[in-house]
């Protein structure tokens, strides 16, 4: 059977992408066939983790929202990444869906809109397709009508927040929303804490707000930061804080049912 896995957040810069990326560059790692899908059209980015340029991306998810071609085609094959003088191979297989970039083709969509059943149909066909263990939806922030598609088919949701007040309330909106969806399995993570903080404290802080497990406390790294997200870093640095982190998502995810 196929994990759907959604990554949310309510605010933007909050980690979805850093994190999508290196979660399922690690299942690729292990084997796993891995699709990964951005939904944040209106803000798209993960295709940078991946070392995809925008001249590479000749179909992206917009052309099969607009009708022109089928949703398959638009799917890259990432599974190879060079670095300086390394290079970095994914084993099971590893496809990237990546919104266009282009001015023309984001400004579109914020002005027509588009029909967010197709998203669905979608997610369908490449499952099927390219044979997917698990698909990943990277989405756009906050709560909308996509997100909320999303949501409602994941088998597990993965809502990300910083230890800061305006993400708290934002988070307990998107709890509260996807416990009415339903969603089989909800994990919290938080991204850049404190390194000085008590991450054993602030997971039960957590724990005890939502009522809802937490997969991961990430650390705040300059060391990640550094790579402005251009690059796998869990890949990179296996034995960093940040790594291990990306490694107990990981386990969350398998873990679920
Ligand atoms: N744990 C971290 N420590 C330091 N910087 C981080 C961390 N996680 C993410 N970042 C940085 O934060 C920015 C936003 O991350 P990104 O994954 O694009 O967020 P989102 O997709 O939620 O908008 C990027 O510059 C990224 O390098
Ligand atoms: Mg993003």
């Not at 099969?64 to 990444?81: H, S």
């Not at 670095?83 to 990237?96: N, R």
Request: hydrophobic share 40%.
């Amino acid at each position: 059977m196929t994990k759907i896995v959604s990554v949310h957040s309510f605010r933007g810069g909050t980690g979805k992408s850093n994190v999508t990326a290196n979660v399922s560059a690690q299942f690729a790692q292990m084997g796993k066939r891995v699709g990964v899908i951005d939904t944040d059209i209106q803000s798209p980015g993960i295709h940078v983790l991946f070392g995809m340029d925008e001249e590479n991306i000749d179909k992206a998810l917009n052309d099969y929202l607009w009708g022109r071609c089928a949703i398959e085609e638009t799917a890259y094959d990432v599974g190879t990444k060079l670095g300086e003088g390394e290079v970095l191979v994914m084993g099971g297989g590893i496809y990237l869906i990546p919104s266009s970039i282009r001015a023309g083709e984001i400004a579109r969509v914020l002005r027509e809109g588009y029909d967010v059943g197709l998203l669905n149909d979608g997610f369908r066909a490449l499952i099927d397709k390219l044979h997917l263990d698990y698909l990943f939806i990277d989405t756009h922030p906050g709560l909308n009508e996509e997100t909320l598609l999303s949501v409602a088919i994941s088998d597990v949701l993965i809502i990300i927040l910083r230890p800061d007040q305006q993400d708290f309330q934002g988070t307990a909106v998107t709890v509260d929303v996807s416990r009415k969806l339903e969603v089989p399995n909800l994990y919290l993570v938080v991204n850049k804490a404190l390194t000085s903080y008590d991450f054993e404290a602030l997971k039960k802080r957590i724990v005890d707000t939502y009522d809802a497990p937490v997969a991961a406390i990430l650390p705040l790294s300059e060391d990640v930061a550094r790579m402005q997200s251009a690059d796998l870093f869990s890949l990179r640095y296996p034995d960093h804080p940040f790594s291990e982190g990306i490694r107990n998502i990981v386990a969350a995810i398998e873990a679920a049912s």
